[in-house]
């Protein structure tokens, strides 16, 4: 056998293998959260520790708190990009500190954030178990992804629009919002996708922060379950549990899947009515 | 081709601003409008350009010839100040732009750059609709009346020879066009700002030879109302359009103006050796 046959038919016994570990996963999901899955079990209230009912107040909760993560991380993220990409001079002092603390940052383990965020948000500004504490603290956590990608979805965008730009004499902030921001737009929807996804699979720096409470907030300073605590509590710590646990990770893999879709598809929207 | 402007009856109030092309150099009374007195230039410890002097005169065409890497470019970006744009870019020497000196730190530089526009290599259009390309910059620096734009959006199209090509499809995007049309639009760009000056740095080399021809007829045409200085490695192009030209050559590791002088008499008659081996094809 040629070397080429043997290296295709590696690649392909590789990416089989990957897929079918996703296939795989996705069956068993379907397989035992499927027949849990009905309209009501959208709407109502979880009962019996989760046992039995809905996730209802679950989805409320989770996007609350994913609500709360993007709206304090998006504008700083973005702003941070655009201040490291834009107003920084290469490999300024500044500059290298920043990025090296965001790296750092970014390779924490969540549950040093989870940690962190009961101390500070919980405690420290007495904001308690709550929805907010957790969006907070998931904000943290996903800066330092939404910054780097975003910074690096604005180095894409071509030097040459910064140069032709400066020679009209238009200002670096003119340039900015009208050719960068734009041009970078699919990038930064890309980023703000991933941070999405990320806190939304979050489980363990929710733990500490916005807790356990599956019954629906009343605001956003209520202790509040995320999906993610749903499905991990209903596996780990309620026999029987299980079923309902599929279910929820169904939903969860499908709502992640919906915003992707939506978010590309935005994506892609922008780039057509940018003209 | 024909090189005349149709006046289409339709636009009567549509005013061409460049003139019909006129024959070849040289036409000008030497005034200078840019002084570059012992210019140098270091990008961080790399010198780029050692001890340039020359003017620039006005409504001519001042073509800058010379190998790669001679320092051309670098002194197209002093003379617009994009140098201040590039990190560890270190200037020395003095440039007058209309007797003001155009490196002084209070300098309006965004003023300067409405007054001295740049063509660069590749075509830059935004990617926005060819009306948006050129209203952009103009809405920028505070033109803001819809009729005033439109005007002015008509005006230059027409004198880059672009509008009756897309005068039906102004909001398509600009990146659509052919690469000629783009650079053509680009200059259109620049035109729209009235500047005084153009600099331009090999605005031909991307384009196809006809694409070319279409650009270089409307240099010449820009020659009088505007002042062009421009950077070519095409030597039979800088013959046919410049009034002065400029040899460049790098000397130690540097840019050095080796000739100045009209343009007759640096390709027919040059002083220097290394002049004459260049324009002969014998270097370079």
């Known amino acids: 056998m040629s070397k080429n046959a043997l290296a295709t038919g590696l690649i392909c016994l590789v990416a089989v293998l990957v897929t079918s570990v996703f296939f795989w996963l996705l069956t068993d999901l379907v397989i035992h959260g499927l027949p849990r899955l009905s309209g009501p079990f959208f709407v109502e209230a979880s009962q019996n520790a989760g046992r039995s009912g809905g996730i209802g107040p679950i989805i409320v909760s989770t996007a609350l708190i994913l609500l709360v993560a993007i709206v304090t991380s998006a504008p700083l993220g973005l702003a941070t990009a655009v201040l490291l990409s834009e107003f920084t001079r290469p490999g300024s002092l500044f500059g290298r500190l920043v990025r090296r603390s965001l790296d750092v940052l970014a390779g924490v383990p969540s549950i040093v954030f989870g940690l962190f965020g009961n101390a500070f948000f919980c405690i420290y500004l007495g904001l308690g178990f709550s929805i907010l504490s957790g969006g907070l603290t998931l904000a943290c956590m996903v800066l330092p992804l939404l910054i780097r990608t975003a910074e690096q979805g604005l180095q894409v965008a071509p030097n040459d629009y910064r140069l032709a730009a400066a020679a009209l004499g238009m200002s670096r902030s003119a340039a900015l919002t009208h050719l960068l921001l734009p041009a970078a737009m699919p990038a930064l929807v890309a980023a703000l996708l991933l941070a999405i996804g990320r806190a939304g699979a979050e489980t363990a720096a929710l733990v500490f922060t916005s807790g356990y409470v599956d019954r629906m907030p009343d605001s956003l300073l209520d202790s509040g379950r995320a999906l993610s605590v749903h499905i991990y509590d209903l596996s780990m710590n309620v026999a029987g549990g299980d079923a309902n646990a599929s279910a929820a990770a169904l939903v969860l893999i499908g709502l992640l899947l919906i915003i992707n879709t939506i978010a590309m598809s935005l994506a892609k929207q922008w780039r057509i009515a940018t003209p | ?284």
């Open chain 2, 1 to 284: 081709m024909s090189l005349m402007i149709n006046t289409k009856k339709d636009n009567p109030g549509a005013a061409y601003t460049l003139g019909p092309l006129q024959a070849g150099p040289p036409c000008c009374v030497p005034e200078p409008l840019i002084q570059v007195d012992n210019l140098s230039l270091h990008y961080g410890a790399k010198p780029a350009l050692a001890k340039v002097s020359l003017d620039i005169y006005k409504g001519c065409i001042t073509a800058l010839i010379g190998p790669s890497g001679c320092g051309k470019t670098s002194f197209l970006s002093v003379l617009n100040r994009l140098t201040d744009m590039i990190p560890d870019c270190r200037v020395l020497g003095h440039v007058y732009f209309d007797n003001k000196d155009l490196r002084h730190p209070t300098l309006d530089v965004q003023a300067l750059r409405r007054d001295i526009g740049m063509i660069f290599q590749k075509p830059v259009p935004f990617p926005l609709s060819i009306r948006r390309n050129i209203e952009l910059p103009l809405r920028e620096h505070g033109m803001n009346k819809a009729a005033d734009l439109n005007a002015r959006v008509q005006q230059v199209l027409q004198d880059v020879g672009l509008w009756e090509e897309v005068k039906d499809r102004l909001e398509a995007p600009a990146q659509a066009l052919s690469g000629g049309q783009q650079q053509r639009l680009c200059i259109a760009r620049a035109l729209a700002l009235r500047p005084k000056v153009l600099l331009m740095d090999e605005p031909c080399s991307a384009l196809d030879p006809i694409a070319s021809g279409v650009v270089e007829d409307l240099i010449q045409r820009l020659r009088g109302q505007y002042t062009v200085v421009i950077v070519t490695h095409n030597l039979a192009q800088a013959r046919r359009i410049a009034n002065y030209a400029g040899f460049f050559w790098v000397k130690e590791r540097a840019g050095c103006l080796i000739e100045f002088g009209q343009a007759k008499q640096i390709f027919e008659a040059p002083v220097h050796e290394l002049t004459a081996a260049y324009v002969q094809g014998k270097r370079g």
